[in-house]
Structure formats: C-alpha cells, structure tokens
C-alpha cells in the first residue's frame, strides 16, 4: 500500500492504495489540541475488507478524549491543561479530583461542597464488613479489593442505572470516597485489627492513614507531613490517559455495565506487575539486589535476552524520557525520610544508584527506558509503614478518580459504542467432526 497526504489548505485526508487491485480509499486525518494526527480508520473494513493488526495497540487510538495528555517524548503530562508537576505542589488530590471530573479547578465554595459530598459518603455499608470474613486472612489485598469492589453493586442498588445522569455521579462519588476504606479494611482484616471507621474531621489522604493505622484503643495523631506526601503520592497517580486498567474500565463500561463493576475490572487490570504491581514488584527487585555492588551483575541477567528478568519501575510504553511523576516522587522521597528522620536510607541509595547506572547503560539509552511512577512510590509507602502488599491497592485508591472520570466521559460520549477489536485468524481451516469412535 502506498501513501499521499492531500495539500494543506482543506481537510486533511490520507490515501491508502491496495495495491494488488489499484483501488484507492481516503482516511480523514484528525487533529486533537494537542500531539500527533489520527487516522480515522473507522470505514476500513467497509471501504476495503481489510482490519488493521495492532497488537498491544502501540498505534491505536480508542477514543477521544478531553481529560489528561501525555508527551512521551518531552515527558509531559497535563491533566485538563494543568501540568502535574504544578498540581502536585500547588493543588491537593480533591481538588484534582473535581479538575478531573468537571473539566475546571473549583472555586472556594464548589471545594467545600465537593469535599463535604465525599466526606459523607466514606463509610460503607456496615453488612459489607461481614464480607470479608469470606476472605483468607492471607489474602493479598489486591485480591479483595477484586471482590470487594466488585460487590459494591450488590450494595448501592440505586446508583447502578448508568442512563441517569444522577446515579453516575453518586455512583462515582461513591467510588472515590469509598476506596480509601475498603483499602484500609483490606489491610487491618490481613493483620487480626478492628475495621477503623472514617471520620469526617479528618481530611480524604489523613483519613486514609487513619484508618490504615489508627486503633481503637488509642489516640491517633496523623503526621501532617506525612499526610501531604499521601495527598501528593494520590494526585501522581489520579490518571494517566488510556493505559491498561483505564481502557479495561472504558472496554466494561462499554457494554452497559455497571460503574462498580467496571472499577472492580480496573482494580484486576491495574495488578499485574506490568502496570500498577510494579510498584510492590520494584521493592522485591531492590530486595533480590540487596546492595549496590550487586547492581552490574543484575543488570547483566536484564540485558541478557534468555533471562526473563526485567528492571521493575522503568520503561513505559508512552515515555521515552523521564516519567514526570518519577521526579516528583523522588523528590517526595528526601522529605517523608527526613519527616522520619531517617537518614540514610539503604533501600533509597540502592534505588537511586541503580537509576543513574541504568540511565548511564547504552541498553536503556538505546531503548529509552527511563524510571516510571513505580520506581519510588514503593520506597516512599515502605517508610510510612506500608506493607509491599499494599503498594498496588494505593495505586488503585488513587486511580479510582481517574477511571470514573473516563467512565463518565465514556458514557457521555454519543460516539460510543461496545468495544470489539478483531483479530488476525491463523487456527485450522474449516474441516469435518470426527466421531469419538473414530478418533484416534
Ligand atoms: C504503569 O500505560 C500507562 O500509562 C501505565 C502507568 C499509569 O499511570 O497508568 O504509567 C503505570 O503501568 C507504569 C509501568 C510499570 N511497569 C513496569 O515498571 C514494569 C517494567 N516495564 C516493562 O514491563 C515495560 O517497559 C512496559 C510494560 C512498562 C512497557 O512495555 P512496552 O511499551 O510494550 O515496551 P516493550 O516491552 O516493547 O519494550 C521495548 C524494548 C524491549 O527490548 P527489545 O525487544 O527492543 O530489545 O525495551 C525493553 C524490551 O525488552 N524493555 C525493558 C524494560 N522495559 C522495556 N528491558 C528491561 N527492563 C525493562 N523494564
């Protein structure tokens, strides 16, 4: 097939020719606000027979949308406009919440009216807690965030109708407010403690680290420090574009289900170690090296292409330069250590050297493989007293703003229609049943 792009001037086309048959279509070309053309391939099957095969769809964009860009290539990441390195030193996770959800930073009195919706919708329905008791108590927390999630829908009957506009947005309330507890009773069900109940004095991140933390019997203090580093770890991870857990969530909500069940089957795409388990999966990496003079040999068995073994928390698919979170993060790192007084971290020093030789390495420069959002989240949550366990259900917490808001964009879109990508057969041909009897 070969290729023209029409003249500037009037709307953009491209051209493909078939060239076993000299026949020639016309593609319109789309221009977003921002990054690279599009080809508006949705008649190619109609106008040709032809599919187009993308595995891992490296260049396939699924749909349009208005909230989070990304330039890989530069580094950038800009939530409706707003850059992230200015949200995470200026803003708190809910205001960047309602700057995802409706498209515009509140003002004073939208905050505190957002803030106060949420905070009354943190408790969960008290017959969930018998819930758990269903689960192992070694259980990875992941796992019941899964089903428990999920369940959500057995619960909040009334905000399950995804064609009223009012019920989205309860459900979606619901969802963020929710997390942070379900997430806490995941943790204090996998340690023997008493489910902590929110409280509505407290602030969405210092709530969150109270439930984790606190207990019954005593008074808890929540550490404003280390509540700031929470709040700032939240908004790094509030949304990332069309990733993997974020496409699953819009491929669910694509066929009508309901928003729980479409955050549940986010929640299961975010745990693999190639997304959001990495965070927990970089911390065992760091554990297996142990010591800087072991870094050379490790790198060795991830470059050796028989060895499965990867640098956990570097690579992305979209960053070919620094992952702008990864440079908050690791600046957020010095400060929650020096809150704790820790001064030399051995597992920071092991991280921080690994990055420079990697980065310093002709195999990840070739590759452009830089450190990502995983790198050191996990380091930061290990020094606040998270259990590894927890690093993914963090994530997951964070992330539920961002799913919602491409959910709710999802629904709202009137070119929306049930996902269904096609594939590129290569089974057995047609051919005839063999009775049992006859087979050998
Ligand atoms: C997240 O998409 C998002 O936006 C996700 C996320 C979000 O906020 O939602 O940003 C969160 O998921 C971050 C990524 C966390 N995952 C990891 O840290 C796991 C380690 N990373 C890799 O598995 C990998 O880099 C991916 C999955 C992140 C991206 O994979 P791609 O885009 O499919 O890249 P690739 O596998 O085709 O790699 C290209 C080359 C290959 O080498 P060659 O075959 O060309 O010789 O780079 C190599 C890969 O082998 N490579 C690595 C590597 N990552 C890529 N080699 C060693 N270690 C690595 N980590």
């Known amino acids: 097939m070969a290729r023209t792009t029409s003249p500037g001037g009037r709307k953009q086309t491209i051209t493909l020719t078939d060239n076993s048959t000299g026949k020639t279509v016309e593609f319109p070309l789309l221009k977003g606000r921002l990054g690279p053309k599009v080809i508006d391939i949705r008649n190619l099957y109609g106008a040709t027979g032809y599919f187009t095969y993308d595995p891992g769809y490296t260049s396939t964009g699924s749909t349009e949308s208005a909230i989070t860009f990304i330039d890989g290539d530069k580094g950038v990441l800009l939530h409706r406009g707003y850059s992230i390195e200015e949200l995470a030193e200026k803003s708190d996770y809910m205001e960047v919440c309602y700057l995802l959800l409706n498209g515009e930073l509140p003002n004073r009195a939208q905050k505190r009216e957002f803030e106060h919706t949420i905070t009354m919708h943190t408790m969960v329905h008290e017959q969930l807690n018998y819930f758990f008791r269903g689960f192992r108590r070694d259980a990875h927390p992941m796992a019941i965030m899964c089903g428990v999630v999920g369940a959500l829908s057995a619960f909040y009957h009334d905000s399950t109708d995804i064609g009223d506009p009012h019920q989205r ?196 420069i070739e590759r452009k493989l830089y450190p990502n959002v995983d790198f050191y989240s996990g380091i930061i949550l290990k020094a606040m007293g998270f259990p590894t366990s927890m690093f993914t259900v963090l994530f997951a917490v964070a992330r539920t703003v961002g799913w919602v808001a491409q959910w709710s964009e999802l629904i709202e879109d009137p070119v929306q229609k049930i996902g269904r990508p096609r594939q590129l057969y290569i089974g057995k041909g047609r051919r005839k049943f063999v009775p049992l009897s006859k087979r050998k």
């Open 169 to 364: 947005m309860i459900a979606s309330y619901r969802l963020i407010a929710k997390m942070p507890t379900i997430a806490a009773m995941a943790y204090k069900f996998s340690i023997g403690q008493p489910f902590m109940y929110p409280r509505n004095d407290l602030k969405y991140a210092e709530n969150f680290l109270y439930m984790m933390f606190g207990v019954p019997c005593e008074e808890f203090q929540v550490n404003p420090v280390l509540a700031k580093a929470m709040d700032r770890i939240f908004i790094l991870h509030a949304d990332h574009e069309q990733n993997a857990s974020t496409s699953t969530v819009r491929l669910a909500g694509s066929t009508g289900a309901n928003p729980f069940a479409c955050i549940a089957a986010g929640i299961a795409s975010l745990w693999g170690p190639a997304h959001g388990g990495a965070n927990e999966a970089v911390l065992q990496m760091l554990g297996e090296i142990g010591h800087t003079k072991n870094i050379k040999s490790y790198l060795a068995r991830v470059k050796d292409r028989n060895d499965p073994t990867m640098l956990m928390g570097f690579g992305h698919r979209v960053y070919k330069n620094y992952d702008p979170r990864a440079k908050v993060l690791q600046k957020a790192c010095h400060a929650v250590l020096k809150e704790l007084k820790i001064k030399n971290d051995p597992l920071l020093d092991l991280a921080m050297e690994l990055e420079h030789i990697a980065v310093n390495d002709d195999y990840f």
